[in-house]
C-alpha cells in the first residue's frame, strides 16, 4: 500500500490528454514502456532499503557513500521534487475548480485560486496538521474507488471501443520521448515506501514484493484509464480536465461531480502529505548545519517549523503561478532522475559494507543500477532546455543556501 500510494498521486487525473497530444492511440504503450523504465530503478532502491534497520531513505544513501555535500543534494533534490509535485497538483487542482466554476481559469481568478490553496495549506501546516493528516485515509479510499470505477464503467458502457486499432501513422521518436518524460511522472514517487524498510520484519523479501506488485498494479490502472480515457473523449489532447471529461461523457454530470470528489480528494491529501513532510526536511536539514538556522526556527505558539512553512508556501506559489501541470510535471521529473542517478551509483560504494544475511542483493553484479543510470540519462536527454535551467537554478540555490549553513556551523 505504502508503493501503490506513493505512485498514484494526482497525475493521473491530467496526464492523459498530454500523453494523447503525444502519442496517440500508442500513449497506452508508453505506461507499459515507462513501467519497464523505472524497473531497474525501484530494483536498485529494493537492495538500498534492505540496508538499514530504521529510517534510510536517499538522503542516508548519499551521505554515506559520497559525503555531506552529495548528501544534502539528494535530500535537497527530494524536497525540489515534492516543491514543484506539489505546485504541479496545485495547478491540477485549480484546473479541475475552473471546470464548474469557469472563473478560476481566468488569470485573475487563476491566481487567487492558487494563492488561497496555497495561504490555506500554509497554515494548517503552521497551526499544526496531525488531525489532517490523519484524514488521508479517508481521501485515500475515496481516490482509488473513484479511479477503479471509471475504467470500470467505461468498458462495461462502450465494450470493445476501448481498444485502439493502432491504423494511425506511428508519431515521431522526439514526440514518443517526451510523452515518456511525461508518463514517467506517474511512476515516480516510490522512494517515500523504502524510507522505513529496515522497519519490515524481512526487508529482503518484503521490500522487492512491495516494489514490483506495486508497480504492476499501478501500470495496468494507468492503462485501463488511458484507453477508457481516449475512447470517451475524441479531442483528449485538447483537455485540461481529461478524467472529468471522460467521466462527464460516460456518467453525465453526475460522473463529473463524483470524478470532482475524487480529485479533490486525491490532490488534497498529496498536497497536505507533501508540505507536511517537506517542510520537516528543511527543518532537519537546518538542525544538521546544512541548511542556515532560519529554517529550523519554531513557532513559539504552535512548536511547527514555520519559517520553512512560510517559505515552502511562498515557493510553490511561485511555481504554480508561472507554470503549467505538465511543464512542472517535467520540472519534479527531473529532479528525481538527479536523486535516482545518486542512489543506484551508491550500490558500488555501500554493497560491500552491507552485504550479508538479512539484505536483499540484486543478481547480476552491477547490471541492474548501471541499467537504472542509463535509464534516468536517457530521460534527462528528452527535457526541454527550460525545464533544465529550472532545475538547474534550484539546484544553485540549494547549494547557497547549504554554503550559508555551514559558514553558521563554522562561526
Not at 514526440?175 to 517515500?192: K, M, P, R, T, W
Not at 504492476?216 to 471529461?245: E, F, G, H, R, W
Not at 480528494?265 to 498536497?271: R, W
Not at 543478481?363 to 529550472?390: D, E, F, N
Request: hydrophobic share 55%; with cysteine.
Amino acid at each position: 500500500m505504502l508503493v501503490v500510494n506513493g505512485l498514484i498521486g494526482a497525475g493521473i487525473f491530467g496526464l492523459p490528454s498530454g500523453a494523447a497530444a503525444l502519442a496517440g492511440e500508442y500513449s497506452i504503450l508508453i505506461y507499459a514502456f515507462c513501467a519497464l523504465l523505472i524497473l531497474p530503478v525501484i530494483l536498485s532502491f529494493a537492495e538500498l532499503g534492505s540496508y538499514f534497520r530504521g529510517t534510510g531513505g536517499p538522503v542516508r544513501y548519499g551521505t554515506l557513500a559520497f559525503g555531506p555535500f552529495i548528501g544534502f543534494q539528494g535530500g535537497w533534490l527530494y524536497y525540489l521534487a515534492r516543491l514543484i509535485s506539489f505546485s504541479a497538483n496545485t495547478v491540477l487542482l485549480t484546473d479541475s475548480i475552473a471546470y464548474f466554476l469557469p472563473i478560476a481559469g481566468e488569470p485573475t481568478g487563476r491566481l487567487i485560486s492558487i494563492a488561497l490553496t496555497c495561504l490555506l495549506l500554509s497554515l494548517i501546516n503552521v497551526l499544526g496538521s496531525v488531525e489532517s493528516i490523519r484524514t488521508m485515509t479517508v481521501f485515500t479510499i475515496i481516490k482509488f474507488t473513484v479511479l477503479i470505477l471509471l475504467p470500470l464503467g467505461g468498458f462495461i458502457l462502450l465494450g470493445a471501443e476501448v481498444i485502439p486499432s493502432f491504423e494511425s501513422t506511428v508519431p515521431p521518436f522526439s514526440d514518443l520521448g517526451s510523452a515518456a518524460l511525461l508518463l514517467i511522472y506517474a511512476f515516480v514517487g516510490f522512494e517515500g515506501a523504502v524510507v522505513p524498510a529496515g522497519e519490515a520484519k524481512r526487508p529482503e523479501r518484503d521490500m522487492p514484493l512491495g516494489l514490483l506488485l506495486g508497480l504492476a498494479v499501478v501500470a495496468v490502472l494507468y492503462m485501463l484509464i488511458q484507453l477508457v480515457t481516449q475512447a470517451a473523449v475524441p479531442n483528449l489532447a485538447d483537455s485540461k480536465t481529461p478524467l472529468l471529461d471522460a467521466s462527464a461523457s460516460l456518467f453525465g454530470s453526475v460522473g463529473a461531480v463524483i470524478l470532482m470528489i475524487g480529485v479533490g480528494a486525491s490532490v488534497i491529501a498529496n498536497l497536505l502529505g507533501s508540505m507536511f513532510s517537506s517542510t520537516r526536511l528543511t527543518y532537519a536539514l537546518s538542525l544538521d548545519n546544512s541548511l542556515p538556522g532560519w529554517f529550523g526556527k519554531v513557532h513559539p505558539k504552535y512548536l511547527t517549523p514555520a519559517n520553512s512553512v512560510v517559505f515552502f508556501g511562498i515557493s510553490a506559489f511561485l511555481l504554480s503561478a508561472f507554470g503549467s501541470f505538465t511543464v512542472l510535471a517535467a520540472m519534479t521529473v527531473l529532479s528525481r532522475l538527479f536523486l535516482y542517478i545518486m542512489s543506484c551509483a551508491a550500490i558500488p560504494k555501500l554493497r560491500s559494507q552491507f552485504q550479508g544475511s538479512g539484505r536483499f542483493i540484486l543478481k547480476g553484479g552491477y547490471t541492474v543500477p548501471i541499467l537504472g543510470i542509463l535509464a534516468c540519462l536517457w530521460l534527462m536527454m528528452q527535457v526541454s532546455a527550460r525545464s533544465i535551467w529550472m532545475t538547474a537554478l534550484f539546484i544553485a540555490i540549494g547549494s547557497g543556501l547549504y554554503w550559508l549553513g555551514r559558514k553558521g556551523k563554522n562561526k
